[in-house]
């Protein structure tokens, strides 16, 4: 019993302790997107990678403006972030009351999400990555054939739009160990912005066309992952400075080599 | 004689050091709304020149993206920003200089970038094709509003946009660098070559 309550220790401490973050291995496989390239459903195959188990939370996010003051609230460029960043802290180097340590960061840009992972020697990931990922359930690497799954997601996001997200580590983890991919928060992706050019990318207004919802439903080859189209809609109506109040990130590593 | 000579020399220190000063702020410093206030990128160009990104503040450019193995669109885009740079130079007399950074650095070492100029005659300093060494390309390619996104086959998914940058690094203008030059953004050009 005691040796149980000490072992619990180190895990209450976490949130606090600004720990190293906590990456698991993602074998390499086949895995079909659910959006089109060209029409057609995209078929790929995913080198091995390791994500972070959950996302990067405020105490990780102070630990990282602490030591990379360009990009505290305040001195970062509005070029690279928003007016509304990091906005729900109380102030640039304290998080304050209203915000808990182990809830995931949000409210952050895209290039400082993007920094936030070159800190740790890591990337954000692609889209297929994260996509390949959350398509895995507690049981199954692939779960996005269940219909109770599917709905289970869409109510979890449509219930808590525009809300901060709540604390991490609530739900069972996937089949690779990783947490809170889908239901809690957005995350960006590295090439979330290209998620939906129009093919000919030289056809004269496809760059603002990237940011219409229609284009990206257009653009899904499976259209029962409405959780999916809603998350990749919400994304894709960000510009890289700008801040959303659901809007998170985590980051992969290439795997070691032995 | 030897006093004076001294004082002299030290006035002379003195007024240096506060012109230095008193004009230092507004040239060292980055505005906020400036491309070269990304994090520091290290590039290499064509002829193996490694330069950092942020020197090149102080002229007005043209700066873009794009990837060596490129078939369709990258090439037209070069070509537009050739044809550009002769219609700027005939009407004003002025060169606008041109960057355009891989955001394939993977694939594109020197030799390919050598291979690209190359096949399109294009040379430092009026037109520079660039790879990253240190740095991270996907930040400029973010304040520059282009996209990319690997494909299975190995390809990318991108937009093309090729941004003017005034001589502190603000954009003033941007162009899809599709068809002829659009007279208004020639105009744009020859405003920020007229006003540096």
Redesign the interface.
Known sequence: MISRQLALIPMLMLPFAGKAADYVPIPAGQFESALAIAGHAAKLRLAAFSMRSEPVTNAEFLVFVRQHPEWQRGQVPSLLAGANYLRQWQRPLEPGESVLPDQPVTQVSWFAARAYCGSEQARLPNWYEWEYVGAADATRADARRDPVRNQDLLSAIEGTSGHLPGVIGTRPANVYGVRDLNRLLWEWTGDYAAMFPNPDARVPGSVANLALCSGSALAFADKNQYALMMRVAALSALRPADTAPRVGFRCVREPKRK | MMMQRRLTTLFALALLSFVAVASSPPSSR?V????Y???MLTLRDQQGQLFDFASLRGKPRLVGMFYGSCQ??CP?EIEYLKHLQRVVAAGSGKSISVLLVSFDPARDDLAMLRKVAGEHHVWPPAFRLARTERG?E??LA??L?I??????GGGF?????VSLLDAQGRIVAAT?A??RPAPAFLRSVDEALKNP
Not at chain 2, 147 to 152: G, H, I, K
Request: hydrophobic letters at 40%; proline letters at 6%; a negative charge.
């Open positions: 980055v906020a709304d400036s491309v206030a990304i994090p369709m669109a037209l991270d996907g930040m973010g304040v509003g996209a990319y996104r690997q494909l299975p998914s991108h937009n093309v946009r899809d599709s068809g």
